[in-house]
């Protein structure tokens, strides 16, 4: 299978959110069918429950890569982006995603609590492009931090940050000025690896 650490997202306790744009894509996985992934995703990382987002093809360069959409803060809480502009392609797909999400169950039978980052306005001219990735879901989990963007919409950034506040209460929000990561389609997630803490 062909992968990539955006694609996917677990709880680490047997529920996985998955992009069907992306996973499912013949310029990934030609020829993979839903099924057949499902097997070889349950296999290689012990999921148990796997909840499929639609994403949207060919209108980035990730093909709607899961950490744009859809993140676990912890199990059974998922933060999930929403885009409010009615012009933009992304309103439906994220109005969908929220739905979809807020009526699922992790692999424990539990229903999912979910938290929406509604997308900026605006973003800095100077990076404005059709490629530039404007959501807070991307954010990166660090020791005692989550670190954020912010992309100048006063409103949008504080609420973000409020939410992010809220689901990570053990840990400090900060945000970055990221524009450059994001104008190219990405997010600090997008340009970082976490590892998990090993006990023992």
């Given amino acids: 299978m062909v992968l990539e650490g955006g694609g996917i997202e677990v709880d680490g306790q047997g529920t996985a959110i998955v992009a069907e744009s992306c996973v499912l894509n013949d310029n990934r996985n030609p020829g993979l069918g839903k099924e057949e992934c499902e097997r070889q995703?349950?296999?290689?990382?012990?999921?148990?429950?796997?909840i499929w987002l639609p994403g949207v093809k060919g209108k980035d360069i990730t093909d709607g890569h899961t950490d744009f959409y859809a993140r676990f803060a912890?199990?059974?809480?998922?933060?999930?982006?929403y885009d409010p502009d009615p012009a933009s392609f992304d309103h439906a797909v994220t109005r969908g995603h929220l739905e979809l999400l807020r009526s699922a169950t992790d692999a424990q039978g539990k229903r999912l609590e979910v938290i929406a980052l509604q997308a900026p306005s605006s973003v800095s001219a100077r990076f404005e492009s059709k490629e530039f990735a404007?959501?807070?879901?991307?954010f990166y989990v660090c020791n005692a931090a989550v670190i954020a963007q912010e992309f100048g919409d006063t409103k949008a950034d504080a609420a973000a940050r409020n939410a992010l506040q809220r689901?990570?209460?053990?840990?400090?929000?900060?945000?970055l000025k990221l524009d450059g990561i994001a104008a190219g389609g990405g997010s600090i997630h997008c340009a970082t690896l976490q590892e998990p803490l090993t006990v023992g």
């Fill in 167 to 175: 689901a990570f209460a053990g840990r400090k929000v900060v945000q």
């Fill in 41 to 50: 995703l349950r296999q290689l990382l012990g999921l148990d429950k796997i």
């Fill in 134 to 138: 404007a959501g807070y879901v991307g």
């Fill in 74 to 81: 912890q199990p059974g809480v998922v933060v999930a982006g």
